[in-house]
């Protein structure tokens, strides 16, 4: 099986920073792509950073010129660098992959737990 285990999260102050962080575990095979989602109280899951099939990076306009997403293939970990933080980017924070394991050797969606980011004013 496969886990994706967060973290980074936490409450800081309007014009602060944070890194999040998310780690894939277990039968992996490959890694087709590693996102960050969000999901704010009363509103629907929202894409934030992803890479393409490409490798570039695609931004949420809410986030472009402050957050930044990269990752390390060799650890199987994605990040989120989060600066001048806003009030309105208080959320919980999903990491989202698309694996291939060993087992079913076909690509299948898979869910962090999520990290709650609360950003105060």
Known sequence: QVQLVESGGGLVQAGGSLRLS?????????INAMNWY?????????????FTSGGSANYADSVK??????????KNTVYLQMNSLKPEDTAVYY????????????????WGQGTQVTVSS
């Open 65 to 74: 010129g402050r957050f930044t997403i990269s990752r390390d293939n060799a």
């Open 38 to 50: 969000r999901q704010a109280p009363g509103k629907q899951r929202e894409l934030v950073a992803a």
């Open 95 to 110: 990491c989202h992959a698309v694996i291939v394991t060993r087992l079913l050797l076909r690509p299948a969606d898979y």
């Open 22 to 30: 998310c780690a894939a575990s277990g039968t992996i095979f490959s």
